[in-house]
């Protein structure tokens, strides 16, 4: 499944289209509250208000599960893709740690899973989720057949589609009180290191809705966890029960990310033999060595990874490294799972390489692609505004009237078509904004930066949703870019996305024939990934 950090807020407004809701409450502690609150990688819950959509599903023992079924007990039902290697790990260990949290109460919360892949609907395959993530006894995962499945994922408004043969779905959580009730709404974020943060959110509306209201034995904090990303130095521990050292060195470094459980969907011993050869090869053509991290914070156990390197047919000539924070996966920008980082010396990111929906390359290609990044990453310093306009100095001439409108906010979304239209035989990059968002803000400089060194070939184009002129006027006067900007709203994008904008940031890649090539939902962490992506899906980057 492919799934891409998308604000809550935005995500909302399509699944709350018909749902009752309710004031929010607040957490007890004003400070954990607070800090809930201004924590981006948390939800903190929509109070929902009406009864909970019943259905009747098959779970992976083969046996009817209904929701009435549950009552009497707090239900946490979650919808998921059942060959997924993206958010639902995460979201399913919150889970499980959530019920732990609550000690000899737990057994009166219900854990429950409702398959979201179309392509994936068999009793087998929610069985070999359940199995691969160490929670075949520990919750009911149902499945059906597809207009079932349609029927519930309506009733609850899931929005679940393939979008280049990748599953897509909305990665939503409910809790539901003893009495059938929906309670609350929780949208899962793409953070590994908050995932026990995530599970005290749940443990706590859970206790909530019991009637005893039991305690958790410990509080964590709700303050934002930094990543730990590869310009900082760092020590793991090692599989093996040394240590691994992480982050700048004297040279760059090429990391795989994965977890146990991504033998699932995929031949992950063969993937991470192979790069045994890539790792003798690095060391005979001066190429970067290769370390290994598993992700740790998402295993069902800490048996997990021993047993599974146990079972290789032959050691791994690379470290192997253990990430049970999270952390690292945050910082190195890990969507996915397994997961290709190449950083620089300096600790950039260079290039990634999702093998979970790619597939794994033969060390040859491994090597070229290595050695590709390598060689065009930009060496020149970022001019200053006051240099821009003579870097781009002789664009094509439907280039530089963009270059000539730099900044300025224009019309709506007719005037955006009208613009795509004359700028047919040049790829385009639409960025989606708002000046309200937080990471469209931070994302913002790596946009900036790429328009400059692309702008000669490529076109790029602002679209700020849901903003005011003057709140928009004002952020690009201190954002400079050197493009200009559309206005509308998150609906008014149909020419190009008829499903409309489900958040924000959102990057669309145009072809030159007018066709969509990408859409990339959710923040650009680095300069790396959005070069990369522009290289890849606009011709001539």
């Known amino acids: 499944m492919k799934w891409v950090g998308l604000t809550a807020a935005a995500l909302l407004v399509v ?45 992976q023992f083969g046996r009817p599960v209904s929701i009435h079924s549950f009552r009497g007990k707090v239900v946490l039902l979650a919808f998921n893709d059942s060959e997924c290697t993206t958010i639902c790990p995460l979201t399913t260990t919150a889970m499980v740690n959530a019920k732990g949290m609550l000690g000899a109460a737990g057994k009166n919360v219900a854990l429950l899973g409702v398959d979201a892949n179309p392509d994936a609907i068999s009793v087998s395959n929610v069985r070999a989720y359940s199995r691969a993530h160490g929670m075949l006894h520990q919750w009911d995962f149902v499945t059906g057949s597809l207009p079932a499945l349609r029927r519930v994922w309506k009733d609850y408004k899931i929005a679940v589609q393939i979008e280049q043969g990748e599953i897509d779905h909305t990665p939503a959580l409910f809790a539901i009180d003893t009495h059938g009730h929906l309670a609350k709404l929780y949208i899962t974020q793409m953070s590994y290191a908050s995932v026990d943060q995530l599970a005290q959110v749940l443990a706590q509306e859970a206790s909530e809705l019991l009637p005893n209201h039991p305690t ?45 459980w991504a033998s699932q969907t995929l031949d992950l011993n063969k993937g991470l033999a192979a ?74 990111i260079l290039w990634y390489y999702d093998v979970s929906t790619q597939g794994w390359l033969s060390t040859s290609a491994l090597a070229k692609r290595v050695h590709a990044a390598l060689t065009s990453a930009p060496k020149v310093k970022q001019p200053s505004p006051a240099e821009v306009p003579q870097v781009l100095a002789g664009s094509p001439g439907p280039l530089a009237s963009l270059h000539q409108q730099a900044g300025q906010v224009l019309g709506s979304e007719d005037a955006l078509t009208q613009r ?99 859409v990339h939902s959710g923040q650009y962490d680095s300069q790396g990934t959005l070069d990369q992506d522009v290289g890849q899906y606009a011709s001539g980057g």
């Not at 709700?222 to 760092?234: F, V």
Request: glycine share 10%.
């Open 275 to 348: 790069l045994n050869q890539y790792q003798s090869m690095a060391a005979a053509r001066g190429l970067p060595g290769l370390t290994a991290v598993d992700e740790g914070s998402v295993e069902p156990s800490a048996r997990a990874l021993p047993a599974f390197l146990k079972q290789l047919p032959h050691p791994l000539s690379y470290p192997v490294a253990v990430d049970r924070s999270g952390r690292i996966a945050d910082g190195y920008e890990v969507q996915d799972q397994p997961w290709l980082v190449l950083t620089s010396a300096s600790g950039r």
């Open 216 to 260: 958790l034995a410990s509080l964590k904090s709700y303050e934002q966890i930094p990543p730990l990303g590869p310009s900082t130095k760092t020590t793991l521990p090692a599989a093996d029960g040394g240590s691994v050292a992480l982050g700048p060195g004297t040279s760059p470094r090429l990391y795989v990310f994965f977890a146990s």
């Open 420 to 518: 795509l239209q004359s700028l047919r035989g040049y790829s385009v990059v639409i960025n989606a904004w708002a000046s309200w968002c937080g990471p469209c803000r931070t994302e913002f400089p790596l946009f900036a930066s790429a328009s400059v060194r692309y702008g000669k070939k490529v076109a790029f184009l602002g679209f700020d949703t849901n903003d005011s002129p003057v709140d928009a006027r004002s952020f690009l006067a201190d954002h400079p870019v050197s493009y200009p900007s559309y206005q509308g709203t998150t609906g008014q994008v149909h020419g190009l996305l008829p499903q409309g904008l489900i958040g924000l940031p959102t990057t669309i890649f145009v072809s030159p024939s007018g066709k969509i090539a990408y």
């Open 15 to 59: 699944v709350l289209a018909t749902i009752g809701i309710a004031d929010r409450k607040s957490p007890s502690s004003s400070s954990q509250a607070s800090a809930l609150a201004s924590n981006p990688s948390l939800d903190t819950g929509t109070q929902l208000s009406g009864p909970a959509p019943d259905f009747t599903l098959t779970n």
